[in-house]
């Protein structure tokens, strides 16, 4: 019995002597191939990820250099595209104003005004670059030069009848319809001092009416303006000054127009209602001529031949297209 145990006792030492073989031969002699295969197969795995990752991160930094570089050229194209549009703006601002400024003035030169009548501030609708920059408007007159009265001596528009226009119409001593006396007009001083005399204040709102008018004839909108004076006329009998003038350019449109007969009615209204007026004499003239274009020489000698006695003060234009055209049409 006692060998028998002995003997499993042998049994077990040797058993754990040889398990424990294999371990003190790895703690001495190191890794086996095996491990170190395994090992090396580990990193050689986290090395090719890594690298793809590097790989890629190089993709992702190139893109984002890429983005920024079209983005600052972007921007740059932008901001001149901007530039470039603000100087078209500008370009078209002042080439907008520059053809309402020729507008208004080639409208007051075919109305004998020179640019700058009240409520037809053609400067300030010119103001800005063009207006100073291109050339003259066709007619040889610059941005801001006075225009010459309608019926004047410029050859841009003449307003005189035709030369063989019959001698027929009313016996002298007739100023159109109205009578004419060797007097003033209608007790008017000989020396037209009143025609200096400080207008009369307009009705309230009147003068924004007219004004409107005025910006319809520099637009050269004649129906529209013409009935707008009128209208004005109408409601404001007793403004002696802005209403005269209203009658005025209802003449002065008719007679652009060659309606001489509508000219005539008007020039005659303004000047039996306000005969003091300033534009008496223009309005005067102006029947004088509408009369001699429709035949009626000797009605429109006549009136053309009073101006100066009854206008003495009358603008040196004035008296001048009336001399002319007294030269051109009367015998």
């Known amino acids: 019995m006692k060998t028998r145990t002995a003997l499993f006792s042998l049994g077990l030492m040797l058993s754990c002597a040889a398990i424990a073989v294999p371990s003190a031969h790895a703690q001495l002699f190191g890794e086996s191939d095996e491990e170190k295969a395994a090992r090396q197969a580990h990193e050689d795995g986290q090395d090719n990820q890594i690298s793809q990752l590097s790989g890629r991160v190089q993709q992702l930094e190139d893109r984002v250099r890429g983005l920024t570089q079209s983005l600052s050229t972007a921007t740059g ?9 603000q100087e078209l703006r500008q370009k078209i601002d002042a080439q907008q104003k520059d053809f309402a400024y020729r507008l208004c003035m080639v ?4 109305l004998g005004a020179d640019g700058n009548e009240q409520g037809l501030n053609c400067n300030a609708m010119g103001a800005g670059p063009a207006a100073n920059a291109l050339p003259p408007a066709s007619g040889g007159y610059a941005p801001g ?8 001596s410029d050859q841009g528009f003449n307003n005189s009848p035709p030369p063989g226009a019959a001698q027929q119409g009313r016996p002298p001593g007739t100023l159109g319809t109205l009578p004419m006396n060797s007097g003033p007009m209608n007790g ?6 009143a025609m200096n005399a400080p207008r009369a204040a307009a009705p309230a709102g009147g003068t924004a009416q007219y004004d409107r008018a005025m910006n319809m004839l520099a637009k050269a909108q004649y129906i529209e303006a013409s009935a707008a004076f009128r209208a004005y006329a109408d409601a404001n009998p007793d403004d002696k000054d802005l209403s005269a003038q209203a009658i005025y350019w209802i003449g002065n449109i008719a007679y652009v127009q060659k309606n001489y007969p509508d000219a005539t009615r008007a020039f005659a209204e303004q000047l039996k209602k306000y005969p003091d007026s300033i534009r008496s004499p223009d309005s005067m003239l102006k029947l004088g001529q509408a009369l001699i274009a429709q035949g009626q020489t000797s009605s429109g000698c006549t009136t053309l031949a009073a101006l100066k006695t009854k206008y003495p003060k009358a603008a040196p234009a004035t008296l001048a297209a ?9 015998r």
């Open 145 to 152: 030069a006075p225009l010459p009265p309608l019926g004047g």
């Open 77 to 85: 194209t932008s901001e001149e595209l901007a530039h470039q549009i």
């Open 188 to 193: 008017a001083p000989a020396n037209n001092g």
């Open 322 to 330: 009336a001399a002319g055209a007294r030269k051109a049409a009367c």
């Open 107 to 110: 409208s007051a030169q075919q």
